[in-house]
């Protein structure tokens, strides 16, 4: 990569990162392309020199929300003692940052309404939901195979935890007291008794 190619992509990162920083606080539709310009330190026409429309800032948002996703997911997991600590430990960074974190529920949910009417962004949040899939996939598979988790239906087990935790995630918008420390717990165990636990 040459030295402007890099610049080039560490500016757009940049300004997708701003937008990611904005969409999680005040919504898709409550943020324009010059609140983002903004929020980056750049003109408009350099936002619009990198992305062409709202749409693919959305997108590159969405890719900042993946990486940030895969960092933190391995960071909370690569220590774990035994394959069920991993587990546990990918369950706990799941409710307390994908669940209950105020941001992240905000962007999530702006990204989840888009994707009703938009193809593309729900291409992409799928494909984001499949890799988180198969991540817990491995890792309770993983722990079946050491022994320490026993369950007949790996892939229904985690397909129903994932339909639990995107439940969890819209209850806790009406439901203000489901971020407390008691209520995350409890939400981890039960998330935890559906892999058998």
């Given at each position: 990569m040459?030295?402007?190619?890099?610049?080039?992509?560490?500016?757009?990162?940049?300004?997708?990162?701003?937008?990611?920083r904005l969409f999680s606080t005040r919504g898709i539709v409550g943020v324009n392309m010059d609140a983002i310009a903004a929020e980056a330190g750049v003109t408009k026409g350099s936002l619009y020199w990198h992305y062409s429309s709202k749409k693919e800032v959305v997108l590159a948002a969405c890719a900042v929300y993946y990486r940030r996703w895969r960092d933190n997911m391995a960071s909370a997991t690569e220590g774990a003692p035994s394959r069920l600590a991993a587990v546990e430990a990918a369950v706990a960074y799941s409710v307390r940052d994908c669940l209950l974190d105020d941001e992240n529920r905000v962007f999530t949910t702006?990204?989840?309404?888009?994707?009703l009417y938009d193809t593309d962004v729900r291409a992409s949040w799928a494909g984001f939901l499949d890799e988180a899939e198969r991540y817990f996939l491995g890792l309770v598979h993983r722990a079946v195979g050491a022994g320490e988790i026993d369950l007949d239906d790996v892939d229904g087990a985690v397909e129903l935890m994932f339909s639990a935790m995107e439940g969890i995630k819209q209850t806790a918008l009406f439901r203000p007291l489901s971020g407390t420390s008691e209520s995350?717990?409890?939400?981890?165990?039960?998330l935890m008794s559906l892999l058998g636990r």
């Open positions: 040459t030295e402007t190619t890099t610049a080039t992509a560490a500016r757009s990162d940049e300004l997708a990162l701003a937008a990611f702006e990204i989840v309404a888009q994707a995350e717990t409890r939400i981890r165990r039960q």
